[in-house]
């Protein structure tokens, strides 16, 4: 057996490990969290992830504690019989319980060996003024079923032996909280079969840094090639605790194991507060609680090279357990190095079983009366109760939605009875968002007002089911569930393909049975997470003073407003290309029309006011125009940057509503001159066929196209004269007219002809059974869906060619 550390050869009883001397095999003497980080000291220093040094009290210590004075016997009378659903009477016995903890002295051996182990540390420390965390670890914690975090506490900023034991104490009587003493039977653990470590490690100064949360696995989705990562100013516990609305990123795996540019997405969060270093003389004001500078809210909290860092020593944990991770890490603002002071299994996603998915749609929504980050993909119903303290929890009912500021472990008794969790603040990291998952239920965090704004008593709708923003409406909203199992979808005659409009979505529906993505629009991307006009964007310095202010508000965390659109064009693009890489995804260039420009930030100042913006300034004729020369080689510089520098080359681009064979070759040379050339890097370039004369001139358009990607929406407006925004000829309008069929077939016949691809990407085939399967019958080598209607389109064409 190896020599332990800091320990005197004189103690019959090892009550104090050093983190070197531990591994996952001691989780049963320094439970999950002091095991886990021992593993990583041990084991992973080599290999480049940073831990902070410390030790680790025993099991063994945290017995020997109670047992003195016969404390044990007391605590199992006074829980002995206790109804652990009375909310008084478990208030009263944990408050009772932990007060004797408190007041209990130390043995005198276990208090030495301590302060043996502590001065040995501080020895061996080259900053003389460091201070010190003191972490709960519980020996039930951080099970590959069970997660037992945030159920204990941990006590930053510490100074001195004394103060020391004083949080040890306090470690110790952590394990009596109301929500640890219901979360211990809820689990099926007995009182006494749960032990506590105090873990005592370096402080890294987060404070005046910045520091969060980590998982190598996107927490809603359960997409596994992607690491999430949040961050704040300050210490992490306003993180952890979702007391602030921190940054976040999504770094792509593969492209960072390739060493290539993997940030696939990035939002800044609203960090108002941040929490520094207090008085170390006093345990509970060792941290105080500051406001961020504006100019410090509206820029990132790390940079893109951190992150990137964090995220490969993220892998690096992830590949030594062999299971997706939850990870605590912090940034030293005095030396700039990255450390990681947590890791433990990720337990949410780890219990999915099995093929079914449920994709819900909420069929009734309207105005929202609060927008927040959404956490899971379902939709709640309840009795909203805002509560701004525990005091009012005994008027929590079953199937109530819990309205809050934020919420801690303290508040899980009456989360596990909510339908649905909202929060003013928090982020996809914080508590309420882990306790959502693991209960299975949704919740917005990061709503802002929602405490404000949301009647108490008032029936509400919680939906998640709508992307990334996850909206509280009023009253009983209507909404349909689909449950599919996946694993046995049979094959349908050809390819289908989704329509993506918003990124948010990409990795929940990537899950669904799909051959790729068919339409991805760029309009939906610049309006979704740009909201400016490009041109604004481009030349800032020409705009009114009052427009100017905005842009460069919203642009403040990019290094210029050129960067921002380039930027947030890439998010958008590489993130639907890794969700559902390595299959095909299509992407659109941008065709917007004159009035719709117009509603973007700026867009009246460089919009010109059509009669019919829907047959005018649109798609190809913009990127051919000296005017909007700019914004195109904007959108061409960040679909370059996704596929060759981030390596993403199943990114594919198709341009929009090309009216002649001119405007073709115009288009593709000027592609090519800011860097898309077809053909090169395996780029496929697409036109979409959705004007008579693309399908009438078929052969001649292909010349310069790798395929057709047919607009059905767009081709039968034009062939029938049918305005399809017009309510007044809408009976008109519709794809399976047969002078539509004509120019469908047409453009089929020439793809398949010369050896091109052909697909639709129009809303018909969604809402016509009978199209799709003319389609097939046709010879379209693929249709692209929307979400809703891909699964009941796959198994009915299945079954089609299953009968013949």
């Known amino acids: 057996m190896p020599a332990r550390h800091l320990i005197g050869e004189r103690n019959p009883v090892n009550f104090v490990l050093a983190f070197r001397d531990i591994s996952m095999t001691d989780l049963p003497r320094v439970g999950g969290k002091n095991a886990s980080l021992g593993e990583m000291v041990s084991q992973l220093a080599t290999a480049g992830v940073h831990v902070p040094d410390g030790y680790a009290t025993t099991a063994d210590a945290y017995r020997v504690f109670l047992q003195h004075?016969?404390?044990?016997?007391?605590?199992?009378?006074?829980?002995?019989?206790?109804?652990?659903?009375?909310?008084?009477?478990?208030?009263?016995?944990?408050?009772?319980?932990?007060?004797w903890v408190r007041r209990q002295p130390f043995p005198a051996d276990l208090a030495e060996q301590i302060r043996m182990a502590h001065v040995a540390l501080v020895a061996a420390q080259p900053d003389p003024e460091?201070?010190?965390?003191?972490?709960?670890?519980?020996?039930?914690?951080?099970?590959?079923?069970?997660?037992?975090?945030?159920?204990?506490?941990?006590?930053?900023?510490?100074?001195?032996?004394?103060?020391?034991?004083?949080?040890?104490?306090?470690?110790?009587?952590?394990?009596?909280?109301?929500?640890?003493?219901?979360?211990?039977?809820?689990?099926?653990?007995?009182?006494?079969?749960?032990?506590?470590?105090?873990?005592?490690?370096?402080?890294?100064?987060?404070?005046?840094?910045?520091?969060?949360?980590?998982?190598?696995?996107?927490?809603?989705?359960?997409?596994?090639?992607?690491?999430?990562?949040?961050?704040?100013?300050?210490?992490?516990?306003?993180?952890?605790?979702?007391?602030?609305?921190?940054?976040?990123?999504?770094?792509?795996?593969?492209?960072?194991?390739?060493?290539?540019?993997?940030?696939?997405?990035?939002?800044?969060?609203?960090?108002?507060?941040?929490?520094?270093?207090?008085?170390?003389?006093?345990?509970?004001?060792?941290?105080?609680?500051?406001?961020?500078?504006?100019?410090?809210?509206?820029?990132?909290?790390?940079?893109?090279?951190?992150?990137?860092?964090?995220?490969?020593?993220?892998?690096?944990?992830?590949?030594?357990?062999?299971?997706?991770?939850?990870?605590?890490?912090?940034?030293?603002?005095?030396?700039?190095?990255?450390?990681?002071?947590?890791?433990?299994?990720?337990?949410?996603?780890?219990?999915?079983?099995?093929?079914?998915?449920?994709?819900?749609?909420?069929?009734?929504?309207?105005?929202?009366?609060?927008?927040?980050?959404?956490?899971?993909?379902?939709?709640?119903?309840?009795?909203?109760?805002?509560?701004?303290?525990?005091?009012?929890?005994?008027?929590?009912?079953?199937?109530?939605?819990?309205?809050?500021?934020?919420?801690?472990?303290?508040?899980?008794?009456i989360m596990r009875k909510a339908s649905a969790i909202v929060t003013d603040h928090g982020g996809r990291t914080c508590h309420a968002a882990i306790v959502a998952r693991e209960l299975g239920i949704p919740a917005v965090v990061g709503a802002g007002n929602a405490t404000l704004v949301v009647a108490d008593g008032a029936t509400v709708t919680v939906s998640c089911a709508e992307g990334d923003d996850g909206h509280i409406y009023e009253g009983a909203r209507r909404f349909e569930v689909v449950e599919t199992d996946v694993q046995s979808?049979?094959?349908?005659?050809?390819?289908?393909?989704?329509?993506?409009?918003?990124?948010?979505?990409?990795?929940?529906?990537?899950?669904?049975?799909?051959?790729?993505?068919?339409?991805?629009?760029?309009?939906?991307?610049?309006?979704?997470?740009?909201?400016?006009?490009?041109?604004?964007?481009?030349?800032?310095?020409?705009?009114?003073?009052?427009?100017?202010?905005?842009?460069?508000?919203?642009t403040a965390a990019y290094p210029s407003p050129r960067d921002f659109f380039v930027h947030r064009i890439i998010e958008g693009v590489a993130t639907i290309a890794a969700a559902f890489g390595p299959k095909p995804v299509i992407v659109r260039l941008s065709d917007f029309k004159s009035n719709e420009y117009a509603g973007l930030l700026g867009g009246d100042l460089f919009e010109p006011e059509e009669e019919n913006p829907m047959l005018g300034w649109r798609g190809a004729s913009r990127y051919t125009t000296p005017s909007f020369a700019e914004c195109f080689a904007m959108e061409c510089e960040a679909l370059r940057y996704v596929r060759d520098e981030m390596g993403l080359t199943n990114l594919e681009v198709m341009v929009p509503f090309v009216r002649t064979v001119s405007e073709a070759t115009q288009t593709i040379d000027a592609m090519a001159a800011h860097g898309l050339r077809r053909g090169v890097n395996g780029l496929e370039v697409m036109m979409m066929c959705e004007i008579p004369s693309n399908a009438l001139l078929a052969d001649l358009f292909l010349e310069h196209f790798d395929g057709f990607s047919i607009g059905s929406n767009d081709l039968t407006q034009l062939t029938l004269g049918v305005d399809r925004d017009s309510e007044l000829v809408a009976a008109s309008f519709d794809e399976r007219d047969g002078a539509v069929l004509a120019l469908l077939g047409m453009a089929i016949d020439a793809c398949n002809r010369l050896g091109k691809y052909v697909g639709i990407c129009g809303q018909g085939p969604s809402d016509h059974l009978d199209l799709a399967r003319w389609l097939i019958d046709r010879g379209i080598q693929s249709m692209s869906l929307n979400a809703d209607a891909i699964v009941p389109t796959w198994l009915e064409l299945a079954a089609v060619t299953e009968r013949v």
């Open 489 to 554: 979808m049979p094959e349908p005659p050809a390819q289908l393909m989704l329509n993506v409009a918003i990124p948010d979505q990409a990795y929940s529906l990537a899950r669904l049975p799909n051959h790729g993505v068919g339409l991805a629009r760029l309009e939906f991307i610049i309006n979704t997470m740009i909201g400016i006009h490009p041109r604004a964007l481009a030349d800032v310095t020409s705009l009114p003073e009052e427009v100017r202010a905005e842009v460069l508000a919203r």
């Open 130 to 413: 460091v201070t010190w965390a003191v972490r709960s670890s519980a020996t039930a914690e951080d099970l590959p079923d069970a997660s037992f975090a945030g159920q204990q506490e941990t006590y930053l900023h510490i100074a001195g032996v004394d103060s020391i034991l004083d949080a040890i104490r306090n470690v110790y009587a952590s394990l009596f909280t109301d929500r640890a003493i219901v979360y211990r039977a809820q689990h099926g653990f007995a009182d006494e079969a749960v032990a506590i470590s105090a873990g005592i490690q370096r402080m890294v100064r987060s404070d005046v840094g910045s520091s969060g949360v980590m998982f190598t696995v996107d927490t809603e989705s359960g997409f596994d090639q992607v690491v999430l990562v949040t961050s704040a100013y300050g210490l992490g516990e306003t993180v952890v605790q979702g007391a602030v609305d921190p940054d976040e990123f999504c770094v792509y795996k593969p492209a960072l194991l390739c060493g290539r540019p993997a940030i696939v997405k990035r939002e800044v969060g609203a960090k108002k507060i941040a929490l520094r270093f207090g008085d170390t003389t006093d345990v509970g004001s060792s941290t105080i609680t500051v406001d961020v500078p504006n100019a410090d809210r509206a820029r990132f909290s790390l940079s893109d090279a951190d992150v990137q860092e964090l995220a490969r020593q993220g892998l690096k944990i992830e590949a030594h357990y062999g299971r997706q991770m939850d990870i605590e890490w912090a940034k030293d603002g005095v030396t700039g190095e990255l450390f990681i002071v947590q890791a433990r299994p990720e337990t949410t996603v780890a219990r999915r079983t099995g093929g079914a998915l449920k994709h819900f749609t909420l069929d009734d929504s309207g105005e929202p009366l609060a927008t927040g980050r959404a956490v899971g993909n379902g939709v709640g119903i309840g009795t909203a109760r805002v509560l701004h303290d525990l005091a009012g929890m005994s008027s929590f009912q079953e199937g109530d939605v819990l309205v809050a500021e934020r919420t801690d472990p303290d508040w899980e008794p």
């Open 69 to 99: 004075d016969r404390l044990h016997m007391r605590i199992r009378e006074r829980l002995g019989g206790l109804d652990r659903e009375d909310v008084a009477a478990l208030t009263e016995a944990g408050e009772e319980i932990r007060g």
